[in-house]
C-alpha cells in the first residue's frame, strides 16, 4: 500500500487549500480513510476520516470548515480546508487501516499505512 499526498502550501489566514491523497496497491474501495496532521514540537493528532462504505468523522478543531472526501474511481481522498486558520500550520498525512475496517478511528496507532506528508501553511 502507498499513499501519496499533495496540495499543501503557503496560504494566508481565511483561504482555502485542497489536499489530495492518491492510494496504490490497494482495493481503495474497500479501504476507510483518514488525515491527521503534525504541528513543530506536537504530536500527530486525528483531523478527519472517511468510511469506506458511508460516513465521516471531523476533529472538532475542524469541524465546520474543514470536508473530506473521496473519489473512489480515481483512488484518491480529498481534505477540502477553508476559513484557515494560523492553528491549521501542520504537515498533513494521509492514511489508512485495513480493508472494511468497522468504525472510523481516531487515533494514529490505528492506522496502519501512512503517506509522507504535505506542508500547510497558514500566515497572518
Known amino acids: 500500500v502507498q499513499l501519496q499526498a499533495s496540495g499543501g502550501g503557503l496560504v494566508q489566514a481565511g483561504g482555502a487549500l485542497r489536499l489530495s491523497c492518491k492510494a496504490s496497491g490497494l482495493t481503495f474501495s474497500n479501504w476507510n480513510m483518514g488525515w491527521f496532521r503534525q504541528a513543530p514540537g506536537k504530536e500527530r493528532e486525528f483531523v478527519a476520516a472517511?468510511?469506506?462504505?458511508?460516513?465521516?468523522t471531523y476533529a472538532d478543531s475542524v469541524k465546520g470548515r474543514f470536508t473530506i472526501s473521496r473519489d473512489n474511481a480515481k483512488n484518491t481522498v480529498y481534505l477540502q480546508m477553508n476559513s484557515l486558520k494560523l492553528e491549521d500550520t501542520a504537515v498533513y498525512y494521509c492514511?489508512?487501516?485495513?480493508?472494511?475496517?468497522?468504525?472510523?478511528?481516531?487515533?494514529?496507532?490505528?492506522?496502519?499505512?501512512w503517506g509522507q506528508g504535505t506542508q500547510v501553511t497558514v500566515s497572518s
Open positions: 492514511a489508512t487501516d485495513r480493508p472494511y475496517g468497522h468504525g472510523l478511528k481516531q487515533t494514529v496507532g490505528a492506522y496502519n499505512y
Open positions: 472517511i468510511g469506506w462504505n458511508v460516513g465521516s
